[in-house]
């Protein structure tokens, strides 16, 4: 083991008891195409962490919200787990000093890549599940990811998905292609939850709940922003799913 990855396992507080499986976390999937007797990559542990991750933060959210519907803590965990961030705090720890690439991906950027990052992130944290137990990966990534309703506050008075939204759907498809329905409205006045739908031609693309209508817009236009990267913009409208 390089004395850089030495460094790196004293600044995450956690050192490997196995240290092969620290490197193939480190280990790009390009890396095999200059390296095919490294044989392995971190994708089968950035699938392992993303799971490990999504469990620990759903169990503090848990714990944390006790009078949060489903709706809510999965808006809040998609705060603490969006690309952006995972790859801002990877960053904290200069994760991107340490990947294994082949010289082409590198001399195009790779390194610097937001994806990359974000899945040797997580490939860390499932190879530190393997090498030691549940308890210790949960202590270390609540101790990264700090107070998460702070985290959560900071992420949601910053983030403006409906303007976001917008702005990638007005220039393609005019003013008038969304549009967000209140589906209902539960509870009592001072205990209200709306939920809202946001619509792109006659298509629900999210849905979203929350204690006031805006909240709750906010929420669905965050599902409309994941539903568009994934199938993109309709050039014409797609027909009425709503």
Do not use: C
Not at 48 to 61: I, R
Not at 171 to 186: C, E, K, S, T
């Amino acid at each position: 083991m390089t004395r850089d990855l030495e460094q790196f396992q004293r600044d995450l507080g956690y050192r490997f008891r196995s240290p092969a499986l620290l490197e193939e976390a480190m280990t790009h999937a390009s890396f095999l195409a200059d390296n095919p007797e490294a044989k392995t990559n971190n994708q089968r542990l950035e699938f392992l962490g993303d799971a490990v991750l999504h469990f620990v933060l759903t169990d503090a959210l848990f714990r944390l919200f006790p009078n949060d519907r489903e709706g809510r803590l999965s808006q809040r965990r998609a705060l603490l787990t969006q690309g952006s961030f995972l790859v801002e705090l990877a960053r904290r720890f200069n994760i991107d000093r340490h990947l294994k690439m082949s010289a082409s991906e590198e001399s195009t950027g790779g390194r610097l890549r937001g994806a990359a990052i974000e899945d040797a992130w997580e490939a860390l944290l499932g190879a530190i599940y393997l090498d030691s137990d549940l308890p210790t990966v949960r202590e270390r990534i609540l101790t990264w990811w700090g107070d998460l309703n702070a985290h959560i506050d900071s992420r949601e008075t910053s983030d403006n998905p409906k303007g976001r939204l917008q702005e990638l759907v007005q220039p393609v498809l005019g003013n008038a292609a969304l549009r967000y329905d209140v589906a209902a409205i539960i509870g009592k006045d001072h205990a209200r939850t709306y939920n809202v739908a946001v619509i792109l031609n006659g298509t629900v693309i999210g849905r979203g709940s929350g204690s006031s209508k805006k909240k709750a817009e906010t929420a669905a236009a965050r599902e409309g922003l994941a539903w568009l990267e994934k199938f993109g913009l309709p050039r014409e409208s797609p027909g009425s799913r709503a």
